[in-house]
């Protein structure tokens, strides 16, 4: 294997950029992000601890930590009673979750994984079209319904990444899914949470990927798979970040102080609405 060959680009180190980081501070670094892009809204109610532990990777008792962290740090509060629960705060403080540039810094990487995700997933969904049998399909349709159903943005990554790794089995390929898995992982571990009614949106593409491979057309699952996946390039944080706001600072979207200045327009809300989130 030759040095910069494409093999040795899809196996070479990988998360440089956040394996400083232990589980606790990925968990505050991805939901403060999401709240400083403007994906979580002032007043949104997270969904459950476990939910969230379960889509991020980690487990409860991290995010219940790193929840009550963020909730010290002004990120999001605790409300008691029947409609409480966890929220993103009135007026989301900016700036005090140092983890996040770490992301931040990786954004280079971060093109690299969906690139390698675009190369893996397109030739995934070329041999799935010509292979996937009536069980695979009746659970992949199965998977797109349930996402169509789903009440939190934590319910449908975990659906999501289940749906991918059964395009890669239908392959029929064992091999598929030992190789996709890991790329796919690596590459979720830089998601962050997404308003419900884009993911909602996403999925869509995902009922078309499914029509194609019902039909045995490798083409047009290719070409599906290709909006899908190089889309992220815009849609995940490496294309909605923009500069960094003044530490301590309400959150552009929020309430401003009395008397201040009204809040500019949510520019990262605004680029992910002329786009679709994968």
């Known amino acids: 294997m030759t040095p910069g060959s494409p093999l040795t680009a899809l196996k070479a180190p990988v ?24 994906l979580l809204k002032p007043g949104e109610r997270l969904p459950p601890t476990d939910e969230i532990a379960r889509s991020l990777g980690v ?6 930590r790193a929840l009550v962290s ?16 966890t929220l993103v705060a009135h007026r989301p403080v900016t700036g005090r979750v140092l983890e996040i540039e770490a992301y931040r810094s990786a954004a280079d990487e971060v093109h690299r994984l969906i ?4 190369l893996l997933e397109c030739g995934i969904a070329h041999l ?29 990554h975990t659906c999501d990444e289940r749906f991918h790794t059964a395009i890669a ?4 390929l064992p091999s598929a899914v030992g190789q ?25 593409e995902h009922a078309e990927l499914v029509a194609a491979l019902a039909g045995r057309d490798p083409l047009k699952a290719v070409d599906v798979t290709r909006r899908h996946v190089q889309t992220l390039h815009q849609t995940m944080f490496v294309g909605l970040i923009g500069p960094q706001p003044p530490a301590g600072v309400p959150l552009a979207g929020a309430p401003s102080p009395p008397g201040g200045p009204s809040p500019s327009p949510d520019a990262a809300a605004s680029a992910l609405a002329s786009s679709e989130c994968r």
Not at 59 to 64: H, L, M, P, V
Not at 115 to 118: I, K, Q, Y
Not at 169 to 172: E, F, I, Q, S, Y
Not at 188 to 200: A, G, Q, S, T
């Open 128 to 156: 799935a079209a010509s292979n996937a049998g009536p069980r695979q399909l009746e659970e992949l349709e199965a998977l797109v319904a349930q996402m169509d159903r789903v009440s939190s943005w934590a319910e449908f």
């Open 70 to 85: 963020l909730c010290d740090e002004g990120v999001l509060e605790r409300r008691r009673g029947r409609t409480g629960g």
């Open 169 to 172: 089995a239908a392959t029929g």
């Open 15 to 38: 998360l440089a950029g956040i394996r400083r980081l232990n589980a606790l501070d990925t968990v505050r670094a991805r939901i403060a992000m999401a709240v400083e892009l403007g």
């Open 180 to 204: 996709y898995g890991p790329a796919l992982r690596e590459l979720y571990r830089y998601y962050l949470p997404y308003p419900l009614d884009y993911l909602r949106e996403s999925n869509g």
């Open 59 to 64: 487990g409860e008792i991290t995010a219940r």
């Open 115 to 118: 690139d390698e995700r675009l």
